[in-house]
């Protein structure tokens, strides 16, 4: 009897840790503090390929073998997803789009910011 209290305490916290170990979805709201997301020096070249490649865009939609015949491992194929809107309604899970990464949770806010940003400049190749 006193193996099974042991027991019952035991499972009773793991279920805790399990209940309350998962607070978010993403390491952004995670590790990052609030209002540090800075989107005043977007660029292709270090802010849109760091993301494309951090996150593994590059490996399922490389040109070798593109994911859904999409390319995101060019500057122009990466401008032209962006400038159809296929590559903000893919991240920001809108409807009508395949929710992008694929099976995956969406991206961190600021990233989805930062590619906004980039678009809103006009999809520089900077």
Same mark, same amino acid.
């Given at each position: 009897?006193?193996?099974?209290?042991?027991?019952?305490?035991?499972?009773?916290?793991? $279920?805790?840790?399990?209940?309350?170990?998962?607070?978010?979805? %993403?390491?952004?709201?995670?590790?990052?503090?609030?209002?540090?997301?800075?989107?005043?020096?977007?660029?292709?070249?270090?802010?849109? %390929?760091?993301?494309? @490649?951090?996150? =593994?865009?590059? =490996?399922?939609?490389?040109?070798?073998?593109? +994911? =859904?015949?999409?390319?995101?491992? +060019?500057?122009? @194929?990466?401008?032209?997803?962006? $400038?159809?809107?296929?590559?903000?309604?893919? !991240?920001?899970?809108?409807?009508?789009?395949?929710?992008?990464?694929?099976?995956?949770?969406?991206?961190?806010?600021? @990233? !989805?910011?930062? !590619?906004?940003?980039? !678009?809103? $400049? =006009?999809?520089?190749? $900077?």
């Amino acid at each position: 009897m006193h193996h099974f209290k042991w027991r019952m305490a035991f499972l009773c916290l793991l $279920n805790l840790g399990l209940i309350t170990g998962c607070a978010s979805d %993403n390491e952004e709201d995670l590790y990052a503090n609030p209002g540090t997301c800075d989107t005043s020096a977007v660029t292709f070249s270090g802010t849109m %390929n760091a993301i494309l @490649e951090n996150r =593994g865009c590059k =490996g399922c939609h490389g040109a070798a073998s593109p +994911s =859904g015949g999409v390319i995101l491992d +060019s500057f122009a @194929e990466v401008q032209k997803r962006a $400038n159809s809107g296929q590559l903000m309604g893919a !991240i920001t899970h809108a409807p009508g789009f395949t929710p992008m990464p694929f099976g995956g949770t969406k991206i961190s806010d600021c @990233e !989805i910011a930062s !590619i906004k940003k980039w !678009i809103d $400049n =006009g999809t520089p190749n $900077n």
